[in-house]
Structure formats: structure tokens, C-alpha cells
């Protein structure tokens, strides 16, 4: 079944610009993850934020959790060209088993 | 980029042939899976195993069948090959919570 569901599904900025993306999710969870994708390529991991906490930072990258709502933003700032892939969200079931259900992704598109 | 290697990168066959996709790793992960990805979709987990001569389904009905007889080795076999099985295949391994994938065999079958 479909646990994460990311928004927008696409999405068109200029370098520079600051890259939201939102991930909802259906059950419980022991964490969260973010993705990246390039075209044709395998995924990156990106960032982990687990369920007891609320935000964390990675360089130019700001992910946030809110365990009430079921839900997660990606922040990216000062976008760059390099940015544009597409990003998926994660999600681990608190059982401990490292299985993750993937969302559907959001495509962004950075331009120069 | 992660340790972990998939071939072929690209493979375009015909209806009813046996195919393997192949996966390693050079990390020493106990944990290895099979996704199946169509273009522009989310990730489906087709198999998965926790270590040698341990192999599991996933959410995903698959015709496929996987092996472990060793830690670093994890090929993907198809007894034969039909057009829906055209996808991408993402091979990834994990030590914790974190996965690293391959960069994916893209399969099309006529």
C-alpha cells in the first residue's frame, strides 16, 4: 500500500530560489528518509530523521517532521543547477525491519 | 557513490528468455533488495534478503526469483522474459537504516 505520498509532484525554479517538497505518510513510523535521483541513475541517500525528532540539517538541506500530522518537508536552499532530480521520501516501519515504502517523488527542475 | 554494481546497465531482449540481473556489493552489507521502478514512478520492492540463504518477497508480486549464496552477491533471474516485465531494476544494500543502491539495469523486452 502506498505509505508516502510526496507534493508538489513537480516543480520549476531558478537558481538560487529556495526548493520545498512535502512528504505525507499513513502509519506509524521509525524513520524518514530522503532521496535523490538523477535521470536514469540509482538513488542517493540524502538525510534520516527519526520519529522522535523534528528537524535536522545537512548542508543546504532542512528536513522537518511532524509525527502528529504524518508528515515531512525537504527545504533546499540556494538551489543550483546541479539540484535538478528527482526527490523520495522514505518511509521505515517502527518494527525495526529495514524494508522502506517509497513515495511517488517530486521532479524539480532547477534553470540556470 | 556507493560500492555496489549492477550489470547489465542496459539489456533489451526477447519474449521468452531467461534472464539474470546482476548485483554486488563490496561493503560487507548483510541486507541486499530488488526494486522495480517504472519511469517517472515510486520505488517497489521486489525481493530482499538479510543475508546468505535468506530471501524474502516484497510488496510487489514478481516472477522473479533471487539467490544468496554469498554475502556480496545478489542476481535477479527472470525464466522468461515478457513485455510487462519491461521496467527499471534498482539493486541497493544496507548495513542500518541507511540504503545504498546500484545505478539499475533498464530492461525492455519486444
Known amino acids: 500500500s502506498q505509505q508516502g505520498e510526496e507534493d508538489p509532484q513537480a516543480l520549476s525554479i531558478q537558481e538560487g530560489e529556495n526548493a520545498t517538497m512535502n512528504c505525507s505518510y499513513k502509519?506509524?513510523?521509525?524513520?524518514l528518509q530522503w532521496y535523490r535521483q538523477n535521470s536514469g541513475r540509482g538513488l542517493v541517500h540524502l538525510i534520516l530523521?527519526?520519529?522522535?525528532?523534528r528537524e535536522k540539517h545537512s548542508g543546504r538541506l532542512r528536513v522537518t517532521l511532524d509525527t502528529s500530522k504524518k508528515s515531512s518537508s525537504l527545504l533546499i536552499t540556494a538551489s543550483r543547477a546541479a539540484d535538478t532530480a528527482s526527490y523520495f521520501c522514505?518511509?521505515?516501519?517502527?518494527?525495526?525491519?529495514?524494508?522502506?515504502?517509497f513515495g511517488k517523488g517530486t521532479m524539480l527542475l532547477v534553470s540556470p | 557513490e556507493a560500492d555496489i554494481y549492477q550489470t547489465p546497465r542496459y539489456l533489451v531482449i526477447g519474449t521468452g528468455k531467461k534472464i539474470t540481473l546482476e548485483c554486488s556489493q563490496t561493503?560487507?552489507?548483510?541486507?541486499m533488495y530488488w526494486y522495480q521502478q517504472d519511469p517517472g514512478m515510486e520505488l517497489h520492492l521486489i525481493h530482499y534478503?538479510?543475508?546468505?540463504?535468506?530471501?524474502e518477497k516484497g510488496d510487489l508480486s514478481s516472477e522473479s526469483t533471487v539467490s544468496r549464496i554469498r554475502t556480496e552477491h545478489f542476481p535477479l533471474t527472470l525464466e522468461s522474459a515478457r513485455p510487462s516485465h519491461t521496467s527499471q531494476y534498482l539493486c541497493?544494500?544496507?548495513?542500518?537504516?541507511?540504503?545504498?543502491f546500484g545505478p539499475g539495469t533498464r530492461l525492455t523486452v519486444t
Open positions: 534478503s538479510y543475508g546468505v540463504n535468506s530471501t
Open positions: 530523521i527519526r520519529s522522535n525528532e
Open positions: 502509519t506509524s513510523i521509525n524513520n
Open positions: 561493503m560487507g552489507h548483510d541486507k
Open positions: 541497493a544494500s544496507s548495513v542500518g537504516d541507511e540504503q545504498y
Open positions: 522514505a518511509t521505515a516501519p517502527p518494527s525495526g525491519y529495514s524494508t522502506l515504502t
